[in-house]
């Protein structure tokens, strides 16, 4: 490959690019080809991942019996390219906007629009009368945000012309640098939006933290514009019709459920709360007929009896799936402070009657909500009842998806919180085995339920990512990276534990594969996916070695593999696999110490002989598994790298 600057028209040719160092290259200039950038070649983050896979891939593929089934094509393990905004200009960017036409504009706008449901802020006919009107450089910038997310999903010929996603990202996030402290416009808010999305599926999880609230601050100064019974800026140029409070009305529930999943998995507070949406008397969103075709009178403010999906009287249907979207995320708000705020393990949170099946208990209340949210959707929403194939055909498929999964995540987190970390091999759920357990026992059959509920929203989050992707619906948002991970691992858990439901989960490791086949692909797009799928693989390795040496690990709890516990709760996975790592030698370190500490004694106890053979045979295994072959990484040796292969983890 060359590693000198080139153009993208003369790399897809395979012709030498002849220029004098800078744009346009002698052959787009002879030739007419508009939008010349000289950019160095890609380089892929997982070079050594590759190399690895096509070592590997010389030994024929074979099902494990003990290990789930690898996935196979090459092809598809090639994780996201990450483009280099070196050559950036942002004029050239600025002149390639300008000149897009209206066909490449309006296929990236419907596809944005199908494949971001929590991004239900842009109405079609506004953004276009005010792009191809005035072309203002707040609806340019809102245009470049809209490219550098779906740049990476659009495959057809007619994106060819278009440039690498980081150049429309730096081109948004420059012109955002101007506009931030001007006089507010709901195109900025926008743009902001999108811009953090980008950014977090980036992994700059600090910067998208700040771009939202930005975008809610700016947000919160239309509103005021707009309610305040004298005029506070006079050089606002504030719309009063229907269509104009509609978009401004979806963009602050927008603003309200990006708050909620940039804050998921972390220790920050919310910005916007669902009690200030409450207290602003924000109106309810419309449904999408409603926005699309504009309402006939202006939207109804609410104040505290605002009603949302789940306390209605009528059940909502797809055509309400943002004010759906809207009631979920404030019960997945609530569902992700409980677990980070300590779940089970807050004081008093085990005490009897705050144990799960209480139904005043703060685990109940949460259930109850979502069970209430899921009631007041009309039943064709559901999932397994209702086909993703069905909703693709009337143009709902990825807000299908997207709303099953909401469910399917939050059923999952909540069960999750009171089943052992590392259960012993053959045990069946029967609370936690390590501190802070339930002070009082559970009613007969409750168990039984909760692993139905657990391992079933696995299962179906499996199963529904899959349909989609074969129906070609692909949902390729973070939060369905999220839920592909979560199901990943309890998948992979009930596999190795199948008696933790009771063995009704003879296909996991068929649903496992599903969630890791999304996960590569989802690499392609979202450079996030690499901490997940780094914590899936030392969560492999750990149940490996704990279900084939169990005198090794007998007695080990979550407290010993704290920082993978938490790995597997952040929204945001930060690449911890240093610690991780730490906590699998030190397993392997106390169980050393275990076997010197008995040679050392004379006339030792029986308990003191049994340690010292078990840990004898099974350094003995160890030491043999590293001779026969060094880079074997258990069940997944076909799809991971040696260990000094992985990167560093990334500095935030």
């Known amino acids: ?113 199908n494949s971001f449901p929590e991004l239900a802020i842009l109405h079609l006919s506004t953004f276009l009368d005010d792009f191809r009107s005035a072309q203002s450089p707040e609806t340019k910038a809102l245009l470049g945000a809209i490219l550098a997310v779906t740049k990476a999903q659009l495959t057809a010929s007619w994106a060819h012309p278009l440039l690498p996603r980081e150049h429309y990202a730096c081109y948004a996030k420059d012109m955002l640098s101007a506009f931030i402290l001007q006089p507010p416009k709901i195109q900025v808010v926008q743009t902001l ?4 999305l980008h950014e977090w599926g980036s992994r700059d999880f600090h910067k998208a933290w700040i771009y939202c609230g930005i975008a809610i601050r700016i947000m919160q100064a239309l509103h005021s514009l707009r309610v305040a019974p004298y005029r506070l800026d006079s050089t606002s140029d504030h719309r009063h019709d229907a269509v104009s409070l509609a978009i401004e009305t979806r963009t602050y529930w927008a603003c309200f459920i990006m708050d909620c999943m940039v804050n998921s998995g972390t220790y920050n507070p919310p910005m916007l709360p669902m009690s200030e949406m409450h207290k602003l008397k924000i109106a309810r969103p419309l449904g999408v007929v409603d926005f699309a075709f504009g309402p006939d009178a202006l939207p109804q403010t609410v104040g505290a009896g605002h009603c949302l999906a789940g306390q209605t009287s009528e059940a909502l249907d797809f055509t309400q799936s943002f004010e759906i979207l809207v009631g979920g995320f404030d019960i997945w708000t609530q569902v992700m402070t409980f677990i980070f705020n300590d779940g089970r393990r807050a004081p008093g949170m085990c005490a009897p009657h705050n144990c799960p099946w209480v139904p005043t208990s703060p685990w109940s209340l949460s259930i109850s909500q979502l069970e209430a949210w899921r009631a007041g959707q009309h039943r064709k929403l559901h999932y397994p009842s209702s086909s993703v194939a069905i909703h693709m055909t009337l143009g709902y498929g990825e807000t299908f998806v997207y709303l099953n999964l909401l469910y399917y995540a939050s059923t999952l987190m909540l069960h999750r919180e009171y089943f052992p970390f590392l259960p012993a091999p053959n045990s069946e759920p029967a609370g936690p085995t390590d501190r802070s357990r339930l002070e009082a026992p559970a009613p007969p059959g409750w168990w039984e339920e909760s692993a139905r509920q657990l391992f ?30 979560s199901a990943a691992y309890i998948n992979l858990y009930v596999f190795r534990y199948p008696r933790m439901n009771f063995n009704r989960s003879p296909d996991a490791e068929t649903y496992l594969t599903m969630c890791l086949d999304y996960l590569q692909e989802f690499r392609h797009v979202w450079r996030i996916a690499d901490g997940w799928t780094k914590t899936i693989r030392q969560a492999s390795l750990l149940y490996e070695r704990a279900t084939k040496d169990k005198a090794r690990y007998r007695g080990r709890t979550r407290d010993d593999f704290d920082t993978l516990h938490r790995s597997l709760h952040e929204f945001r996975v930060v690449d911890r696999s240093d610690d991780h790592h730490r906590e699998l030698d030190g397993v392997e370190s106390a169980a050393v110490s275990c076997s010197q500490e008995g040679m050392g004694e004379t006339t030792g106890s029986t308990s003191t002989q049994e340690c010292l053979v078990d840990t004898n045979s099974l350094l003995s295994q160890l030491l043999a598994e590293v001779s026969s072959n060094l880079d074997e990484q258990g069940a997944w040796s076909q799809w991971w790298p040696p260990v000094e292969q992985i990167e560093p983890p990334a500095t935030e």
Do not use: W
């Open 1 to 113: 490959m060359r590693s000198s600057l080139s153009c993208d028209a003369c790399r897809r040719s395979k012709v030498k690019c002849a220029h004098s160092g800078s744009p346009p290259c002698q052959r787009c200039q002879k030739s007419a080809i508009a939008g010349c950038l000289l950019t160095r070649p890609k380089t892929s983050r997982g070079d050594g991942f590759i190399r690895s896979r096509r070592t590997l891939s010389r030994r024929p593929p074979q099902k494990s019996a003990d290990g789930p089934r690898q996935p196979r094509d090459e092809a598809q393990q090639q994780p996201l390219a990450q483009e280099s905004p070196l050559a950036f200009d942002k004029a050239r960017v600025d002149a390639h906007l300008a000149n897009l036409s209206s066909g490449v504009i309006l296929k990236t706008l419907s596809v944005f629009i």
């Open 193 to 196: 939006l999108v811009i953090t």
């Open 456 to 485: 079933g929203a696995a299962k179906h989050i499996a199963r529904i990512l899959h349909e989609a992707s074969e129906c070609g619906v692909h949902l390729m948002t973070p939060y369905a990276g999220f839920c592909a991970f």
